[in-house]
């Protein structure tokens, strides 16, 4: 009934999303091949969409945490996870890949419906040594503070634990990490490329963590054989740390 009504009052918006839907699900099927797989959801095909699968809709960002969990081999047995900020589509191909997992807590600052725990990473309520795999993925850029927030990290990682984490490298490439506290939100996309990144991360933001105790391997995907870029369909300016604690 909601639909119905929904559809009485915006049809127009209502008829853009079916169109989206039904042209995805032709996509699903009549592009399936062998030229690329998402490593996501294990669709194959002969192309994505603009770097979109038509079946599960990541990116090419989205489908270097699953390519990097087998790079890091990161699927042990009996792990415990947290996974910060998923979005849906994160969360589904991470929990494929991680097929032997004891406890994977989900959170977000806000009480999303995907999520478990609502906690601000900066100043966790969770316990010491708790988790064995932390997966982080395009959030640090957003979070002021930083530094607490690898603290906090380190501090409920066991061990041994790992942290797998990536963000935007701006601009594509870049060597040094930018920031200055006195840019104002509002020049955050003209200065950093996004209206909600407060800083442009280089290829060194992986010392912050070294300097809390983390050990440190780096991916980058353009170092990647070509042939693997373009089966995975990933992007060549992008890069994933494996932080170990
Ligand atoms: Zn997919």
Not at 13 to 18: N, R, S
Not at 25 to 33: D, E, F, M, S, V
Not at 77 to 100: C, I, Q, R, S
Not at 125 to 140: G, M
Request: proline letters at 3%; glycine letters at 4%; charged letters at 25%.
């Amino acid at each position: 009934m909601n639909i119905i009504v929904g559809f009485l009052k915006k049809p127009s918006a209502y008829l853009k999303v079916a169109n989206q839907v039904f042209t995805r699900w032709i996509r699903t099927y009549a592009y399936r091949g062998s030229n690329v797989i998402c490593e996501n959801c294990s669709w194959q095909g002969t192309q994505f969409f603009e770097g979109e699968c038509p079946n599960c809709k990541s990116l090419p960002r989205t489908r270097l945490i699953p390519f990097s969990i087998d790079y890091f081999d990161l699927a042990k047995t009996k792990l415990k996870v947290l996974h910060v900020a998923p979005n849906k589509t994160e969360y589904f191909g991470v929990k494929t890949k991680l097929h032997d997992v004891m406890q994977y807590d989900k959170m977000d600052i806000r009480a999303v419906k995907h999520v478990n725990l609502v906690e601000d990473l900066t100043q966790l309520t969770l316990e010491d040594n708790t988790y064995d795999l932390v997966v982080i993925w395009h959030v640090f850029e957003h979070i002021v503070e930083d530094t607490k927030a690898i603290s906090e990290v380190y501090r409920v990682l066991n061990t041994g634990g790992q942290l797998l984490m990536s963000v935007p490298i701006f601009p594509v490439h870049s060597l040094a990490t930018y920031e200055d506290v006195a840019i104002p939100y509002a020049n955050y996309q003209e200065i950093h490329g996004h209206e909600d990144h407060c800083r442009s991360c280089g290829l060194d933001y992986y010392k912050r963590f070294e300097a809390h105790g983390f050990r440190t391997a780096e991916l980058q995907v353009r170092d990647l054989d070509d042939s693997l870029v373009k089966k995975y369909a990933l992007s060549t300016g992008h890069v994933a740390w494996c932080f170990t604690k």
